[in-house]
């Protein structure tokens, strides 16, 4: 069974009216969805909404933060100002428009949309080969992102959640210090990322977007491992003697 990860960010200003993610998937899977919220709110409830008609106003409750209603599981991590969605055993029947929600206590409650297809049998037009990567501080880590042959004339980058800032093929960036490298390989359909001299700045959610899909990569950065110093024969016979 793949599993699959997708991220949004959303912000007190965003309205139902704001621009939508998209997420194709297979039936059967299973997706987690880490939703950011603002510090302001990490006493309020949050929710996980569905309507197939894409409307908030009259979308359905699936289920509130830390708690588990048939497929679905809310998980809120107030410490990282964010909540997580699982669904599990994803059917066709799922498709439709979801919203990351946190109730307030005046105006319409913050929400930001995303738009997921299930797809039977079909494999995912964009995915990643691994979800989760991690490297240790100054070192490298490379992440790769396939796409369907569908997808090989739309734009290829990777996004940084928590600002949105966004690395083109054929660029080199920076992201917090660290070099950022894109390639795309058109023959094998999939794009590659080298994220050099890393800092611990730089873990958090990421994102391999192709057109409108994006499908998060989660990175952790661990400490530099120890200088381990080397000592040569003569230098151990020295220490021994004086010993």
């Known amino acids: 069974m793949e599993r699959f990860w997708i991220f949004l960010f959303f912000l007190s200003s965003i309205a139902s009216g704001s621009s939508q993610r998209e997420l194709s998937l297979q039936h059967g899977g299973t997706i987690t969805i880490p939703c950011d ?30 708690n588990t209603a ?10 990282q100002n964010l909540f997580t969605v699982t669904m599990r055993n994803l059917k066709t029947g799922d498709t439709g428009s979801y919203w990351c929600a946190v109730e307030t206590e005046w105006g319409p409650d913050v929400h930001k949309q995303i738009y997921i297809t299930v797809k039977s049998g079909a494999v995912p037009d964009v995915s990643v080969v ?30 940084r959640s928590k600002d949105q800032w966004c690395y083109k093929v054929g660029r080199t960036g920076t992201s917090q210090n660290s070099a950022v490298q894109i390639s795309d390989d058109k023959k094998s ?29 989660h990175l952790s950065v661990s400490d530099a491992a120890p200088e ?5 024969g003569t230098e151990k016979l020295i220490e021994f003697c004086v010993a």
Request: aromatic share 16%.
């Open 130 to 159: 691994e979800s989760s990567v991690g490297g240790q501080e100054g070192g490298v880590v490379r992440i790769q992102c396939l796409y369907s042959a569908g997808y090989q004339s739309e734009q290829k980058q990777w996004c």
């Open 189 to 217: 359909r999939s794009f590659s990322v080298e994220m050099s001299g890393l800092k611990k700045s730089d873990a958090g959610w990421y994102g391999c977007r192709v057109g409108k899909l994006e499908v998060p990569v």
């Open 37 to 66: 919220y603002e510090r302001q709110y990490i006493q309020h409830k949050k929710y996980w909404c569905y309507d197939a008609g894409s409307a908030f106003n009259f979308c359905t409750i699936q289920a509130y933060a830390n």
């Open 70 to 79: 048939g497929r679905v599981t809310v998980t809120d991590y107030p410490d």
């Open 228 to 232: 381990v110093t080397k000592y040569s």
